[in-house]
């Protein structure tokens, strides 16, 4: 019979986080197979069946070693969010406790990670004649005037949310105007409170930020290597939904495709965008009490292990 309960509330919360290319990856799969573990990932863009080069996802190999879950979920044409994947992911914690089986969550979605355990903010109800407005708005004037009034109003806001992810610009303007509070001040209010689940473990690696931006660097031209191009092209042929736009590389790898950079050009600007990233992963983690740990630690995974209570 299956339990009622929520499953967040029925078991510690083991948590694998930290920046892009950090390595989490690797040192998920030695943790999960060690600890009998299956992993659920928390990574807003593994969720897209056609993408896989550019956001790092794991092999067909690794995926047989360890089961996953939350990976190639819904096309690159449809929308995903974070309310999507709560319930996605309190389904498929429910199903490995019912089988008596260990999870890991893994993944560098900070948002994901906050709405696991304090819950998602819900904010006010669409006002659908402001937003129609706003985005009549962005179609006369274009996207940018509506993320410059962000940036004017809310600037925290406008350095998380991308540009040209007009749904996020529209409903961070839209809370604004209906509440005369911004949507930092909002997000700030629901992160003050305590952890919804106290019992939670969370173990991040932290690298230096040179070290860092040099692997980015790397990986950028290893994914570019593999075929990254051809990845873009044929998820382009389907047709990119807002949410899946959003996944790093993919607008400068078209535009390198449709001619309008050089390699080296497309290269250096995937790299600095994934550094920003980085960044903005690195604000979220301060909300948490993180066990950080140099990845070139040695014996990392027993470090990790024990830290979860798997040892």
Same mark, same amino acid.
């Given at each position: ?35 009998? *573990? ?10 897209? @069946? ?22 190639? #979920? ?19 914690? &429910? ?25 998602? /903010? ?44 007009? @749904? ?12 005369? =509070? ?18 939670? @473990? ?16 790397? =990986? ?11 990845? *873009?092209?044929?998820? &382009? ?7 899946? /736009? ?7 790898? #078209?535009?390198?495709?449709? $001619?309008? *950079?050089? @390699? ?10 994934? &550094? ?19 990845? $070139?630690?040695?014996? #990392? ?11």
């Amino acid at each position: 019979m299956t339990s009622s309960l929520d499953p967040f509330d029925q078991a510690p919360i083991c948590a694998l986080v930290g920046p892009t290319a950090s390595g989490k990856t690797a040192l998920a799969l030695e943790v999960a197979r060690r600890a009998g *573990a299956e992993v659920i990932s928390m990574d807003s863009m593994l969720v897209y @069946r056609e993408l896989n080069i550019g956001t790092a996802k794991p092999s067909q190999e690794e995926l047989t070693q360890v089961p996953h879950h939350m990976i190639d #979920l819904v096309g690159v044409h449809e929308t995903f969010d974070v309310s999507l994947w709560i319930e996605g992911a309190r389904e498929a914690l &429910r199903d490995c406790l019912g089988r008596g089986r260990r999870v890991l969550f893994v993944g560098g979605t900070g948002f994901f990670l906050a709405a696991l355990l304090r819950g998602l /903010f819900q904010g006010p109800a669409a006002d659908l004649e402001l937003r129609a407005s706003l985005e009549q708005r962005a179609e006369d004037e274009g996207p940018e005037t509506l993320h410059q009034q962000l940036t004017e109003v809310d600037p925290p806001s406008a350095e998380r949310i991308h540009p040209h992810d007009l @749904r996020r610009v529209i409903r961070a303007l839209e809370v604004f105007l209906q509440t005369g =509070r911004t949507l930092t001040d909002w997000h700030q209010e629901w992160a003050g409170g305590e952890q919804r689940l106290e019992a939670a @473990r969370l173990f991040g690696l932290q690298i230096e930020v040179p070290e860092l931006d040099a692997r980015i660097r790397a =990986r950028t031209e290893i994914m570019i290597d593999g075929g990254w191009k051809a990845e *873009a092209l044929a998820a &382009r042929t389907v047709g990119f939904s807002r949410s899946a /736009f959003q996944a790093l590389g993919y607008s400068q790898i #078209l535009d390198w495709a449709d $001619g309008k *950079a050089t @390699r080296e050009e497309t290269v250096d600007r995937i790299a600095l965008a994934t &550094r920003q990233f980085a960044r903005r992963q690195r604000t979220w983690y301060r909300k948490f009490e993180i066990s950080w740990v140099d990845p $070139g630690s040695p014996e #990392l995974a027993d470090l990790a292990l024990e830290h979860f209570g798997w040892s």
